[in-house]
């Protein structure tokens, strides 16, 4: 039974590109969460997506942009890179019918901005 | 406004002692609490969780937790450390409701284990 699993592990972008992060849930989950966890911190909170659609969304800028596939895997965009956006990025599934379940975390993407 | 915090960002102890990382909480009721535990280079793995009932909890690799309502905490604790026990450690709350959304995490604690 595969866990959450992101690709790529390791990312090095210079400032004002763009970047495209992949996840895919945890088998049987449909609900997919997006972390910032920036060095030395706790993870924050991005957005999250069920049904293909983002259902919460964090205190973050319009340059992050998610997108949900029909197989409930997930991709975060981010525009205009900044120097600020370097961290690990992590992705958390769940199952919406099932509440009381905890989310399901991957090793996450390192995303080093220069 | 949630919000969580660990006043402890770096705890050394030696192996074979106990430990108690603390966690506090802001939450207009009660609320979902997690602690999850981060090894280098990984993600976060669930040692515990609280939703509702008895108000201490067990958790994987020997870990527990209590829930303390009337001090908004919700620390962890083992009564003896191993060396493997190494890692940060993060404490997080959710919201009640019929889906479970965003987390709010801690800054962390970093847990430094003496042979």
């Known amino acids: 039974d595969a866990g959450v699993t992101q690709s790529p592990t390791h990312l090095i972008k210079t400032r004002g590109q763009q970047v495209t992060l992949r996840c895919s849930p945890k088998?049987?989950?449909?609900?997919v969460s997006w972390y910032q966890q920036a060095l030395g911190q706790g993870p924050q909170f991005i957005f999250q997506?069920?049904?293909?659609?983002?259902?919460q969304r964090g205190n973050f800028p319009d340059r992050f942009s998610g997108h949900q596939f029909p197989n409930y895997s997930s991709e975060l965009n981010v525009n205009a890179l900044l120097l600020g956006d370097s961290a690990l990025y992590l992705c958390?599934?769940?199952?919406?019918?099932?509440?009381?379940?905890?989310?399901?975390f991957g090793d996450g993407t390192r995303l080093s901005i220069l | 406004a949630q919000s969580v915090t660990q006043p402890d960002i770096h705890i050394t102890v030696s192996e074979g002692a106990s430990l108690e990382l603390r966690c506090n909480y802001s939450y207009g009721a009660t609320p979902y609490l997690f602690w999850y535990v981060q090894s280098p280079g990984q993600g976060l793995q669930l040692l515990l969780k609280y939703f509702s009932g008895d108000t201490l909890v067990q958790g994987i690799k020997g870990f527990e937790a209590e829930f303390k309502r009337s001090q908004s905490s919700f620390n962890l604790r083992k009564p003896s450390v191993h060396w493997s026990d190494a890692a940060e450690y993060f404490c997080?709350?959710?919201?009640?409701?019929?889906?479970?959304?965003?987390?709010?995490f801690g800054r962390g604690t970093q847990l430094t284990v003496w042979p």
């Open positions: 958390a599934s769940s199952l919406n019918r099932e509440p009381n379940q905890p989310q399901h």
């Open positions: 997506y069920y049904e293909e659609e983002e259902r």
């Open positions: 997080a709350v959710g919201a009640r409701g019929s889906t479970l959304g965003r987390l709010y």
């Open positions: 088998s049987g989950h449909d609900t």
